[in-house]
């Protein structure tokens, strides 16, 4: 498709350069004399990019540019100038330019101003394509995906909500598997009631069991009243039980019964106490396999896996990460910043084997260390950008030197851009890095930093 640039300049030689030089990397060219021939033309036909001088008579560049961004046109906007100045580029920045050079420029720099624009925008249309195509049944709190697995997951979610069907969600670490909890309770007839929460892998055995079903007063030592436990809590409502998979024998027992008799005694009891409770599990273990060694029930399993939910892992769902990061920007507040073409695809190579937990924290981070709107491959942290390379190296095939790939020089060079961006800071150096200080120190001694 032939791509359309409207350059608006009262300069008529500056309009022939330009319009031969586009004409010949096979743009169509539009050209108007001043702000109001510029605002006639693109009211008939909005081009893919302008190209528009700071000062033209009848109005001038920038009351064009805020003509055109006040009727809600979206198309970049490169500014031109022979009066630049901090000043006027704040200006027009803010105005929403999307470029801004100034005269005289080399054309080879106007190409590249030009192409990185229409890529910025067309990343924009494919984030807004994407945004359009989530039927709004999918309109779920804290989730957010396109990739036709999550949509699946998603449409499991509104068909599984409305009953009391007990929910097995399965993923890795950092999949989102409490949302997807979140979500099932919120869709649901309990959503007026209490949501608790438990990581039954993070608690040892007796608390893990005086947490979920409580316990009287004098049940042990230090037990100086009696204390209601998470299922009583959750009563009427959802009890999510994460880390399912690492819980002791004994605990399965008794949460068995609960499964299956709607009722338990807290520690040190005898009264049997009723409970309404819907129930959601999830785990990053293989649960089958737990039964074949031994360490998990297989009549708790059958009980808990009525309905079994998989969340892929970020590396299978990549489409969902444009989606993911805009979703991100927006939550810290920071819908002004933008990534790169190049930054984004980086982003789309990396493996994320932290999931969408770690997508969420590089964006943070970048939100909080990056200046500028614009994000770009040196604003991406270290291990991701060491993550694609290596990548790259082995989808590659590389032939390495007999010595093998030099990763002590790709550690080397990490290390020195990260000492660059932390202002010399090891402790800062360090955190970008992903190490503590004091292994940074030693890998700087190492290499004689």
Known sequence: MTRRVLIADDEKNMRWVLGQALEAE???????????????????????????????????????LRRVRSKGMTFPIIMLTAHGNVASAVEAMRAGADEYLTKPFDLEELKLSIDKVLRMSELAVEV??????LDENYDVEGLVAADPAMLAVLDTVHKVAPTNATVMIYGESGTGKELVARALHSLSPRASKPFVSVSAGALPETLLESELFGYEKGAFTGAMQAKPGRFEMANGGTIFLDEIGDISPAVQVKLLRVLQERVFERLGGTRSIEIDVRVIAATNRDLQQLIVDGTF???????????PVTLPPLRQRKSDIPLLVAH???KYKAGNKHFTPEAMRMLMEYQWPGNVRELENTVERIIILSRGDEVDVDDLPA???????????????????????DLEEVELDLIRQALERAGGSI?????LLGLTAKTLEARMSRYGL
Not at 128 to 133: D, I
């Open 328 to 330: 991100f920007l927006e």
């Open 297 to 307: 029930r297989e009549d708790l399993y059958y009980r808990l896996n009525v309905v």
């Open 383 to 405: 291990e991701v950008r060491a993550g694609v390379a290596l990548s790259a190296a082995s989808d590659r095939k590389v032939v390495l030197p007999e010595g093998g790939l």
């Open 427 to 431: 402790p800062k150096a360090a955190k």
């Open 26 to 64: 096979g743009y169509e060219i539009a050209e108007a004399a001043d702000g109001k021939e510029a605002l006639a033309l693109v009211s008939e036909q909005p081009p893919d990019v302008m190209i528009l001088d700071h000062r033209m008579p009848a109005p001038d560049g920038m009351e064009v």
């Open 128 to 133: 807004e394509r994407l945004r359009e195509e």
